[in-house]
């Protein structure tokens, strides 16, 4: 909980996370803004006509962890490195008929793909690392 407090605290900070927090968002779905993403330290650059899109997607509540880690160091690195903003539900604000929490990604369509992919790497790896075999078989 205290790792969600420095997050939400982090991003509360940020002049372009208030605009983007008070907007729309239905899940499974691209919304337009009619605001552009400018940020300091992201690898990947946009131009101020670029149309910052948002999707939801879906996190088992028990894998959730996982895609923010320990005092929210994956949430930070996959925000950071893609360029997209990510939002995590509140517990117990699950997609309409299952117990996955929601993750609103908002950014260019480049910077969204780049974070849905970076969020599926880390459940896999976690869930699925990789096999090692032994050389002695």
Known sequence: MHAIDLILSKLTDDPHYSQTMHAPFSYAAYNTMNHGLNGAGL???HNKDDITNSVTIGVADEHIGLVVGRGGRNIMEISQTSGARLKISDRGDFMSGTTDRKITITGS???IRAAEDMIMQKLLMALWPP???DPKL
């Open 109 to 111: 369509q480049r910077a």
């Open 131 to 133: 096999v090692v075999k």
């Open 43 to 45: 690898k990947f650059q």
